[in-house]
């Protein structure tokens, strides 16, 4: 069965701060990994997708990487602000269906 | 483009009780999915399909049907609503072109008394 972990659960850290959020998957023939950000009470936004092919994309202050070999994907945020507060899940999968972890809840105070 | 939407926002039903939530996407989509999200479980897929007139089971498809008549709608329907299905439900679609990113509507807050 194929899992995803996110850890921590949840984190605080001071704006202006660089931080990364951690994603491990199982499946080895991942096809794609998927960043979202959930606000409380609303749907989710995609943030960013990563191909099997691909090692990195970049959005903004955002970048995710993928490491295949390692079941890994990091999201790296720059420069943190109060208006990323959120929380931010990984899935993973492909056409067929996405395997989500249960999110880190990240607090920007200011 | 309005993207996916989802009616209705909030729902009180008593057990045993029906309902259908619809979802719609103006993104010619092949591929659409509904999830439930619960706390400490993350989303988990119930139900998807792959084109109109096509439905398959996902991860916890017991006690949910679904359509898929029109290629811009996806019924998920409860025939006799549990306390279990109490849940926050959404709705996801993709192309089948290029990298399958999901597109997610605004969610359906369901709660079963």
């Known amino acids: 069965k194929q899992e995803v972990t996110q850890i921590p659960a949840a984190l605080s850290v001071p704006e202006g701060e660089n931080l990364v959020l951690n994603c491990s998957f199982t499946?080895?023939?991942?096809?794609?990994l998927q960043w979202f950000r959930q606000d409380p009470g609303k749907g989710l936004t995609s943030l960013l997708l990563?191909?099997?092919?691909?090692r990195e994309q970049t959005s903004g202050r955002l970048n995710a990487s993928l490491d295949k070999s390692s079941g890994r994907s990091t999201l790296y945020i720059a420069a943190s602000q109060p208006g990323d507060s959120a929380t931010y899940l990984c899935?993973?999968?492909?056409?067929?269906?996405?395997?989500f972890g249960t999110g880190t809840r990240l607090l920007v105070s200011p | 483009n309005a993207g996916v939407t989802q009616t209705p926002k909030f729902r009180v039903l008593k057990t045993g009780q029906s309902m259908t939530l619809l979802c719609a996407q103006d993104?010619?989509?092949?591929?659409m999915y509904w999830y439930r999200q619960d706390p400490g479980m993350g989303l988990r897929l119930i139900h998807y399909?792959?084109?109109?007139?096509?439905?398959a089971k996902g991860e916890v498809p017991d006690g949910y049907n679904v359509s898929r008549l029109k290629k811009q709608n996806f019924l998920l329907g409860l025939e006799s609503a549990a306390p279990s299905q109490t849940s926050v439900y959404f709705c996801?679609?993709?192309?089948?072109?290029?990298?399958?990113?999901?597109?997610f509507g605004p969610g359906t807050r369901l709660t079963v008394t």
């Open positions: 996801a679609s993709t192309d089948s072109v290029d990298s399958y990113e999901q597109y």
């Open positions: 993104m010619n989509h092949e591929y």
């Open positions: 899935a993973e999968g492909g056409f067929q269906k996405l395997v």
């Open positions: 499946d080895s023939a991942i096809y794609n």
């Open positions: 399909s792959v084109g109109e007139g096509t439905t």
């Open positions: 990563i191909q099997s092919s691909q």
